[in-house]
């Protein structure tokens, strides 16, 4: 792939504003987009205080789930493009999962919508929006009938409903909806379960002893993209990707979670054991889970150009110097 057609351009992409920028997502796009271009005004949202990771950026600390407070940041901002990626995947409050997925992204759409001017928005949606997938319907492109089987991937349907309603109403948003499948990479949550795996396999190699970490299913397979690949999918969907169409953010090749394990313990501790626990089996977990990213290479010529390895050997450096 040309690199410059991998960059972006001021003059298409304007005025930046990224919600949720102290997020994994966040932080890594907002690197992105500074390094391509210097001269882009990046503005930030966050309910937690600035990183240190982006001292460029200009911040705001707000919380989404507060309208009054985010209308009058947006006003004051006067963005071109937004990405909107505030949100949170944890199941342990449902009432925070949904008020900031949904209630959250209702006030960024309302603020937006607002404003005099036209304005592009990228939506940081999720595969988890279609469910349970039978092994026949992969890789699964963008037409796939979607059916969520989590209070997740409900709450990211919910908020594409929520961008769809809002830019049907308001000619001035522009919108183009991103769904993501498993993310990894540098500063993973350890709320998802790459993010989760790799910290249980630093804990358990500095332990005397016998090794062992237990696991569930591994024999699953999953589309893992590095937030590198998908931060630079995210500013091409926002200069040339379609207003009200739907885009698949993945690698586009399935490995199994035994894969991604082996590497992971090959890399650390050879030595650590590998316990398949059918008590860790998910009630409803996919036998596989492939994207479909013809459309997305197609619109915009993106190219997934990291492998599975080279992210776990980032996570990997990362957790060591920590």
């Not at 966040?26 to 966050?46: M, R, T, V, W």
């Not at 309302?110 to 592009?120: E, P, Q, T």
Request: glycine share 8%; charged share 25%; hydrophobic share 35%.
């Amino acid at each position: 792939m040309n690199r410059e057609k991998m960059s972006t351009n001021k003059s298409s992409i304007g005025r930046i504003l990224i919600t949720g920028v102290n997020g994994f997502c966040g932080k890594h796009l907002s690197s992105y987009l500074s390094q391509e271009n210097p001269e882009i005004e990046i503005f930030g949202i966050d309910k937690n205080e600035k990183s240190d990771s982006f001292p460029d950026i200009k911040f705001t600390k707000s919380d989404i789930t507060d309208y009054e407070s985010i209308k009058t940041i947006i006003a004051q901002i006067q963005p071109d493009t937004v990405f909107h990626l505030a949100g949170t995947f944890d199941y342990g409050d449902l009432v925070s999962l949904y008020k900031i997925n949904v209630i959250g992204t209702e006030n960024v759409m309302k603020a937006i919508g607002s404003l005099s001017k036209n304005v592009r928005l990228i939506l940081a949606s999720s595969a988890a929006v279609y469910g349970a997938v039978l092994p026949k319907e992969n890789p699964i492109d963008e037409g796939k009938r979607v059916s969520p089987v989590s209070h997740y991937g409900i709450s990211k349907l919910a908020m594409e409903m929520t961008g769809k309603m809002h830019g049907q109403k308001n000619e001035n948003l522009k919108i183009t909806i991103a769904r993501t499948f498993n993310l990894i990479g540098q500063g993973l949550s350890p709320l998802l379960f790459p993010g989760k795996l790799a910290k249980q396999i630093f804990e358990v190699s500095r332990m005397e002893g016998e090794k062992a970490i237990r696991v569930g299913n591994i024999q699953t397979i999953r589309d893992f993209i590095d937030i590198n690949d998908a931060a630079k999918a995210f500013s091409l969907l926002a200069m040339h990707g379609k207003e009200n169409d739907i885009y698949n953010i993945g690698s586009g090749e399935g490995r199994k979670i035994k894969e991604l394990i082996d590497l992971f313990i090959n890399a650390v501790d050879p030595s650590i054991e590998v316990i398949v626990d059918r008590n860790l089996y998910k009630e409803i977990d996919p036998e596989k889970s492939i994207a479909d990213i013809s459309k997305i290479k197609s619109h915009t010529e993106w190219e997934p150009q990291t492998t599975l390895e080279e992210s776990v050997l980032d996570i990997i450096k990362l957790q060591s110097i920590s």
